[in-house]
């Protein structure tokens, strides 16, 4: 939730202080760098002090030309104090690090309220300084989450993500409290642009895997929610590489009452797409801009951030052009390996430019009742074309002799041909108002309502026929125009009680109604935490909530383009369970995470993954679990610099009707039919490790090695259309490193110095992308050959890639 910046603070004057005055602003965090509420900040010798906000700031009136002692306290930490001398009208914002009192915490358990991640189930906070430096093909921010656990991506191309056996469609972003949608219609990775969220304009990340409060919408997978950032100073940087670049800028007014963030991006994959297969002329050029005004609107400095407007706007175009040329992959066994060839012929377009805007209005009508309106918007439009023709030979590859490695025998000729004309046209408004108000030091409750306008105009015009073995098949026809224009409605309550400084529960409710279907739902959702007495570094959670996933278009819609306005809710019951382990090593903080979840679903809509095209069946005809365990250890494993490890283990799957099985006696007569039960769902990853290690030299910490390590095993496949071998065949496993190298060149160290020669520092780095040149399959081609056989002919992603980097900031 957008941190609102009122400032709780008792200012008097002494006697014989002179009437000329600076300002003193700043933060205060604790050693995991969260920001400290009610915090006292105060000048030694004097009555003035004041305490810091739910964000942890605090702004201070002090008299000048004098040397003053800043006196930092908060229960639990140990006490800072830092000398300063002020100029007449100088403002000066600092900020200050809290270590903990380790003798204090043998007697009393300290927390900061409402950012203590341990009184919340299965949420992660990053630094956004870890996501700028994690060595990846566009620098793109989801990145970061993969190597979180139960987050899993089989793909370096695509910003998506799977969490916990859900997809991609079933995880909420927010930004700034307004939520981010995707384009309907991108089919492959190598399609999309970057992620929604820029990553130089990023201050606080939290993210939850499950079991999350009410507050948070209708999804069954997991939260993302972003706060962009709110400078208090002028800052810069321009980027560049091998795949594009970006710029940004930060500024605020003089009285800090204004203060802006703008970013643009430039993303050219040229360089990486041709490290796939298929070669070709590739065009895909991705650019977005944004830009976040925040205003503080309050009339006088005693009602600072008493009334508070946040701007947030957003432009993203993306043209993906290929002409594929050829394709040749090997595949089969060392015994007996086969070849396909093909050639192509045609272009494939895909181009989307989306348009969205949200005005966050925020009120503090008293100390503890804060009010917040969000009006949003989204144009997206959308168009797909393609004239793909294929031609194709299967053989045998030679082993030994003079034919090695040559085609000897041909098994299979045939070519197809794949035509859309799809174009997408989606508006979406929403209006929303939250709540905050706290009963009192240990009560607080929440409450908001919500309403989404959506209207999707979709018209779809696909087909596509094989000719192989003297014979044309058509594989499939699509043609039709959609229209969908319908209102949703949503609201939550919420209650977080304090039982004592060691326990928190929070409980509550959200309603969604939704007059398409006109299906109404209620899901209650409880967490509770505490911390043991015997030990203060050890706490426990547990979550159980019912959670509702109302149909999207992208649900609705069948594979013959149908519309099924019957469908309702997805359900899943999430059942968390957990502990976080605070210890010390090598004289440094770490942290353990272990959580085991069960998630039962059902009106299950079942879905095919192709790549990253999600098609779905339509039908609430299945119902799934999900179980698994997750582990994280975090902390400065080298000394300043944060790593983690990351384990997931994971079983998912469903159970849909009518899949059954024909069964044949050994004439070949049909004698029955046999459901299949449960099978693998097509995010069954069993097992998921994610690293992202930082280490520098112990002499220069301006020389710096960021690896980011992925390894996720087999998912299941199946040939397309043969709904008796869906999911049935398991696929290689995942592995991905990257490497990255980084020195920062500091050229301005000083502040006068910074200021009259603008650059600050430059950074410079190389990175080595899939180090181990992995051979990573993202889909399959189903050929047949003469016989009738067909076979599963891998599409590998992109092997070693070199890029180089560089940041300068001013």
């Known amino acids: 939730m957008l941190k609102y910046l009122s400032v709780w603070f008792l200012m008097l004057l002494p006697l014989g202080v002179s009437a000329q005055q600076a300002k003193l602003t700043g933060k205060v965090l604790n050693q995991h760098r969260e920001p400290l509420e009610l915090a006292t900040v105060a000048i030694k010798g004097t009555s003035i002090g004041a305490q810091t906000n739910a964000a942890g700031d605090f702004v201070l009136a002090v008299p000048v030309e004098q040397e003053l002692v800043v006196s930092v306290r908060y229960l639990g930490y140990k006490e800072l104090d830092q000398t300063l001398k002020l100029r007449s009208g100088e403002t000066r914002n600092l900020q200050f690090i809290l270590e903990p009192d380790l003798q204090q915490l043998q007697t009393i358990d300290v927390r900061a309220k409402g950012n203590d991640t341990r009184e919340r189930v299965s949420l992660t906070t990053l630094d956004s300084r870890d996501v700028k430096n994690l060595p990846s093909a566009f620098g793109d921010f989801n990145k970061i989450l993969v190597t979180l656990p139960g987050v899993t991506s089989n793909n370096e191309l695509s910003s998506t993500y799977s969490v916990r056996g859900g997809n991609y469609d079933e995880n909420l972003v927010y930004v700034n409290n307004i939520e981010i949608y995707r384009p309907f219609l991108i089919t492959a990775a190598q399609q999309e642009g970057l992620s929604f969220v820029n990553p130089d304009l990023v201050g606080d990340i939290q993210f939850s895997s499950g079991g999350w409060q009410p507050r948070y919408g209708d999804k069954l997978s997991s939260v993302l929610n972003i706060m962009y950032k709110q400078p208090t100073e002028f800052a810069a940087s321009v980027s560049g590489g091998l795949t594009g670049g970006s710029v940004h800028l930060e500024s605020a007014s003089k009285n800090k009452r204004v203060s802006y963030l703008f970013g643009a991006r430039h993303k050219n994959g040229q360089y990486i797409l041709r490290g796939l297969q298929t070669d070709g002329k590739y065009n895909p050029i991705f650019s977005d801009a944004q830009a976040y005004v925040h205003i503080d609107l309050s009339k006088d400095t005693p009602s600072l951030g008493r009334t508070t407007i946040g701007i947030l706007t957003s432009y993203a175009k993306n043209d993906f052009r290929v002409e594929p040329e050829s394709q040749v992959t090997t595949f089969g066994t060392r015994n007996t390996p086969l070849r396909l060839a093909i050639g192509f012929d045609g272009q494939e377009q895909m181009e989307y430019a989306t348009y969205q805007a949200g005005i966050n209005l925020t009120h503090r009508f008293t100390l503890n009742y804060t009010s917040e309106l969000i009006l949003s918007g989204v144009h997206s439009r959308e168009r797909e074309f393609r004239d793909v023709e294929a031609g194709y030979r299967l053989c045998d590859v030679g082993t030994n002799g003079n034919n090695f490695g040559e085609c000897q025998q041909e098994r299979g000729v045939g070519s197809e041909f794949n035509h859309a004309r799809n174009v997408l046209l989606a508006r979406m408004l929403a209006a929303e108002l939250r709540n905050n108000w706290r009963l009192s030091q240990r009560s607080t409750l929440r409450f908001g309502v919500k309403i989404n306008s959506e209207n999707i105009e979709d018209k779809l015009v696909e087909y596509g026929f094989t000719d192989s073995a003297d014979y044309v098949a058509q594989d499939y026809y699509l043609n039709s125009q959609l229209n969908l224009n319908t209102l949703r409605y949503s609201g939550y309550l919420q209650h977080t ?70 469908l309702k809710a997805q359900r899943a019951i999430h059942a968390i369970v957990g502990s976080d382990y605070l210890f010390e090593a090598w004289g440094r903080d770490f942290k353990l995470t272990t959580e085991a979840y069960y998630k039962w679903m059902t009106n299950v809509i079942p879905y095919d993954l192709d790549n990253v095209r999600l098609r779905y069946y339509a039908k609430n005809n299945a119902k799934a679990y999900a179980a698994g365990f997750d582990v994280r250890v975090n902390g400065e494993f080298i000394p300043g610099a944060e790593s983690w490890l990351s384990l997931g283990v994971l079983t998912t799957k469903e159970n849909v009707e009518g899949d059954s099985l024909s069964l044949y006696n050994a004439q070949g007569k049909l004698i029955g039919k046999q459901e299949q039960g449960y099978i693998r769902r097509p995010t069954d990853q069993l097992l998921n490790v994610g690293v992202f290690f930082q280490d520098h030299l112990p002499d220069n910490p301006t020389v710096r090695m960021y690896l980011n390590l992925v390894y996720g095993s087999g998912l299941p496949f199946g040939p397309p259309r043969q709904p008796e071998y869906r999911n049935a065949f398991s696929g290689r496993s995942y592995k991905r490193v990257d490497i990255g190298f980084s020195k920062v060149i500091v050229v301005q160290s000083d502040l006068v110095e910074r200021k009259k020669y603008g650059l600050e520092s430059l950074w410079v780095g190389l990175e080595v992308l899939n180090l181990i040149d992995a051979k990573n399959r993202v889909s399959y081609n189903y050929v047949r050959d003469v016989s009738g056989v067909t076979y599963a002919v891998p599409n590998y992603l992109t092997g070693r890639r070199l890029n180089l980097r560089f940041v300068a900031r001013f």
């Not at 929070?506 to 398409?516: H, S």
């Not at 967490?527 to 203060?536: D, E, G, K, L, V």
């Open 497 to 566: 009680f304090e039982l004592d400084s060691l326990k928190t529960i929070t409980y509550g409710l959200r309603a969604t109604y939704w007059e398409y279907n006109g299906e109404l739902n209620i899901s209650p959702r409880i967490q509770y935490s505490f911390i043991t007495r015997h030990n203060p570094n050890l706490s426990f959670k547990t979550a159980l909530g019912l959670y509702y996933q109302p149909p999207f278009y992208r649900e609705l819609r069948n594979f013959e383009g149908e519309l099924n306005p019957d």
